[in-house]
Each structure stands twice: as C-alpha cells, then as structure tokens.
C-alpha cells in the first residue's frame, strides 16, 4: 500500500468532494487527516450505481471542470458513468501506464500501434502524438483485409481483445499464413479474460510476449503482467482490498470481491469502490523480482447473478463451471464458450471448438452445470462457428444472465 498517496487522496475528499464531507458527521471521529488508517476500512463501499445517481457529489469543487478531461464506461450494464480527471491526473496515469508497457518495447512512443476497436468499418487510422495507430474492428478481427493490413502497417505493438486476439492468431495458424510483421515487440490483452492455452496459442503464432492487462476507465491500469506471465498490482496506482459478500477481508489466496480505491485522482475520487469483478492477491515473491502483490482474476463479473429457485447466486458458480467444462472437453480444443439463461431452470450453452468430438455425453455437461448450481435444471448444448462480441463495446461475455441479448451468429 502506497501509504502517503493514499492519506492524500482520503484528505482531499473528505475536504472537498461533497459526499465525503458529509461522512463527517456519521463517522466516529473528528480527525479526518488520515494519521490513523484504519480508518479508511469505515468508509462506505461504493459502485458505479452509487456514484451515477449522485454524480455531482463526487466532483470535488475545489477543481475547474473546464481544466479536465471527461471520459465515459462503456455502459454495457445500463447507463454510462461519467469520470472527470484534471489534465495532470490524466498525464500521470498515463505515464504509469507508459512505464509498464515500456518494459516490453523501450521505444514504444515512438513506435506504431494496432488497436482493436468496436469500429464499424474494418480498419482506420489516426494520428496520435505525431505516430500513426491502426484502428482494426473486432467484428473483422479474423479477415484477410485486417490480415494484409497488418502486414503492411508493421506495428510494434498490437492490443486488443482476448476473442478478437485469439480470432487472428487462429486465421494465421490455420490458413498457414506467415504474418510478417517483422517489427513486433509484444501483444497486449485487455477487457477480456484470456486462458491460459489461448495465451500459449498466441504467443506461438507470433513468437512475442502476450501481456494481459487489467485495468478500467475508473482506474486505468489495476494490474499488469510481468515476464513470468503473472499479474502485479499497480500499487502506486490503486489499493485493492479483496472481501467475502458479508464485507469481512479474505485471507490471503482466497476468492473475493475487488475493492478498488484509485491513488492517482482527487477530481472525482474513486475510494473503496466495487468494480464488480472477483479475484484474489498473494503476496509471494515472484521470480521477476516485482514485489507486489501478484492478482489472480476470475472471469466474468461479481456483479451478474444467476436466477435460481432459491433465489439469486452470484455469477462466480457459473465461472467454476467453465473451469470443470475446459477439463471435461480438453480433447475438443475449444476456443470459446458462452452460457445462456433462459429461464430459471432453463439454459443454453454455446461451444467454439476447433476438434469437435460427436461423442461428447451431454448429460455429462448438463451434470456437471447442476452440481455447480445446486439444483435440477436442463441444459442445450450448441456448437457454433462463432459467439459475436457486444457492438457496443466488441466484448465477448462469457455468461449471459436472464433478459440480456444474445450475440450469436
């Protein structure tokens, strides 16, 4: 824990941002300079609802809104939520981020990037800082259009998706194509979990470091991959606390809701806020010399939930699922996988598999979802050519809760 940033961060809100001044009166004490941290564990557990239906009583009013930039979530679960940073706030995490992606490529601001976006056509480019980035569509992330444009513009550095990633590197390898992107230096991953086998694929395809990146437009980066292919928190960025659902601490290696607190902005502070994903820190030394906490995410959002008889359970039953699926078709290869609720006692699972085995027991899949579940249910099963991303955001979400569309092609 980055201490002094963190006193900061707390003294500046509780001084000017309105929602924090009014805790004042309702929290035990007087003396809000922060000398004591075990005060910052009083301080009430917000979330994107919370902060979006009160969203003038977290802009701290010591700050000209005009000096800063605004950026947006991109509001796949409702309305967007609006965050405002300064200019220097910005700077700062951004030379953070710099600092990270620097281990891989030196020279990285000098050097051309390909990006995957939601973009409508299947590529555009634009001019960032005076160095020219191609923007490919993660709806044309498997076409030979992308494929030559690629070659041609020979970026240094390719992000994306891990469904628009994995979709490239799968065209390459089995059209038997040879990418030649000589410049190369690493490919980083974000928004999307990605297994580890796909990463292995990847890599092999490219013959360059995949690096996944954690992060959100609350934070920017969260965590970040070292060259043992292991996850370290940004602690000069954000404090992560990891709590059960009754708000007790989880002990070290255990599974939780992140609680996120943000080090780097006072202008609209983000303290002890719930992201909505689940994972756990373990502090053990990693053989890359990095010396913080290492973090181990469990896909998909702490935030769905699945309707059951009993009512609703959080979305992590349904990630312990997939885990028990990958080992249970590990001959089938699979590539991706999608589960769908269409009713309480009623679901749909979609399958990308590359070896597809005819002799695959359903009821097997089908047992194995109830075990996780805790009660009789049925389960189709489909094998698809494709699971489509979100249009809004060109995410692929692994677990579709009741109500919410479909992306199927």
Known sequence: MNIEKLRFVLQESFRNVPFYKKLKSLLPYNDFTFETIDRFYDIPITNKQIIRDQANEFINTSVNINNCDVQHTSGTTGIPLKIIRSRNEQLQISLILLKLRKQYCPEILKQRTAEFWPIQKPYQYLTRNRVQTLLLSSKYSASKEILSELEIFNPAVIQGYASSLLSLATTIKESSMLLKATNLNFIENRSEFLLPEHREMIQKVFNVPVINYYGSREFWPIAYDCKEGKLH?????????????????????????????GLSTTAMPFIRYDIGDIGCLTENTCNCGNQEPVLDLMFGRSNETVETPFGSISASHVRVFFSDLFKLLEAHDVVQVQLHQLNIYMFELLIVSRNRKDTTDISKIEEVLKINLGYPLKLKVHYVKEISPNPINGKVSSFIPIKKERLVK
């Open 233 to 261: 928190v940004v602690s000069e960025n954000v404090y992560i606390e990891v709590l059960r659902e009754d708000g007790s601490v989880c002990r070290e290696g255990e599974y939780g809701k992140l609680i996120i607190t």
